[in-house]
Nanobody, 122 residues
Framework: QLQAFGGGLVQAGGSLRLSCAAS????????MGWFRQAPGKEREFVAS????????LYADSVKGRFTISRDNAKKTVYLQMNSLKVEDTAVYYC?????????????????WGQGTLVTVSS
């Protein structure tokens, strides 16, 4: 089970940090990802991190602004979002997958959290 939190309302240019807590004792055996879905749009990939945290992958739209990290001891994955833009407004979902490398394919993630809303105002 995945529980995402940390969303909220922020002005453009501001920062937020999302967290996703997992209940599985095998958390460290999953790659973790963040996806987002804006109103009227498809869910899209944001970032992914390998099981050890040594490899990461980002969507071009967030590269240089967002940072994904994980703490396997706390069974938590984070998404630090800086320089937020209005177009970052979306519901953000964390996901867990069993692949051996970071991927941006939704189909690779078999477990999803409930989502947390991020609203960026101009």
């Amino acid at each position: 089970q995945l529980q995402a939190f940390g969303g909220g309302l922020v002005q453009a240019g501001g920062s937020l940090r999302l967290s996703c807590a997992a209940s599985a004792r095998t958390f460290s055996t999953y790659i973790m990802g963040w996806f987002r879905q804006a109103p009227g749009k498809e869910r899209e990939f944001v970032a992914s991190i390998s099981r050890s945290g040594g490899s990461t992958l980002y969507a071009d739209s967030v590269k240089g602004r967002f940072t994904i990290s994980r703490d396997n001891a706390k069974k938590t994955v984070y998404l630090q979002m800086n320089s937020l833009k209005v177009e970052d407004t979306a519901v953000y979902y964390c996901a867990a997958g069993r692949t051996t490398t970071v991927v941006d394919d939704r189909a690779a993630y078999g477990h999803w959290g409930q989502g947390t809303l991020v609203t960026v105002s101009s």
